[in-house]
């Protein structure tokens, strides 16, 4: 198997391979996107200490632009399977050509938690919202609910993280 990024298929992966594209909720990949983008170089502002504030000051354009479904629909002319990364394992279960004599030894890669700076807090309901707003067409169409709850997985309560 090869695995890559939604919109960088390597060269050597035939076009008649299975594409499987593994998409992550939208607002735990917001605070994320926030969080690297203040170590990293990244379009946000980063006067903005706190995700809520950061996605108040990014427009509904760029909001658009970010969206997840349509990097992955408007980028790749061939994707045949959408799994969560939140549960990706038994999403690879569930495929079609999977059968039960099948066994899948899955290791996940580098996943950590998103640790937030000691003493950045938001309000979670208000962001929650927001993002939902801002990012409506991957809840609808890769099939998140509006409140998912992964903190267990991407731990970015707005609670202190103490290191």
């Given at each position: 198997m090869i695995f890559t990024?939604?919109?960088?298929?390597?060269e050597e992966c035939p076009r008649d391979y299975l594409h499987i594209v593994n998409v992550r909720h939208p607002y735990y990949r917001w605070v994320s996107?926030?969080?690297?983008?203040?170590?990293?170089?990244?379009?946000?502002?980063?006067?903005?200490?706190d995700p809520l504030t950061a996605l108040k000051l990014v427009t509904d354009e760029r909001c658009t632009a970010w969206?997840?479904?349509?990097?992955?629909?408007?980028?790749?002319?061939?994707?045949?399977?959408?799994?969560?990364?939140?549960?990706?394992?038994?999403?690879?279960?569930?495929?079609?050509?999977?059968?039960?004599?099948?066994?899948?030894?899955f290791t996940r890669g580098n996943r950590r938690p998103t640790k937030i700076p000691i003493g950045t807090t938001w309000d979670e309901e208000e962001?929650?919202?927001?993002?939902y707003n801002r990012?409506?067409?991957?809840?609808?169409?890769?099939?998140y609910g509006k409140w998912d709850n992964y903190d267990h997985l991407w731990d970015c309560s707005p609670k202190p993280v103490l290191e």
């Amino acid at each position: 198997m090869i695995f890559t990024h939604e919109n960088e298929w390597p060269e050597e992966c035939p076009r008649d391979y299975l594409h499987i594209v593994n998409v992550r909720h939208p607002y735990y990949r917001w605070v994320s996107y926030w969080k690297h983008g203040l170590v990293d170089v990244n379009e946000l502002d980063t006067s903005a200490k706190d995700p809520l504030t950061a996605l108040k000051l990014v427009t509904d354009e760029r909001c658009t632009a970010w969206s997840e479904w349509r990097i992955v629909t408007q980028f790749e002319e061939r994707i045949d399977y959408i799994i969560h990364a939140e549960s990706v394992e038994e999403d690879l279960r569930k495929l079609p050509f999977v059968g039960d004599d099948v066994i899948i030894e899955f290791t996940r890669g580098n996943r950590r938690p998103t640790k937030i700076p000691i003493g950045t807090t938001w309000d979670e309901e208000e962001l929650r919202e927001l993002v939902y707003n801002r990012f409506r067409q991957d809840y609808d169409n890769l099939g998140y609910g509006k409140w998912d709850n992964y903190d267990h997985l991407w731990d970015c309560s707005p609670k202190p993280v103490l290191e």
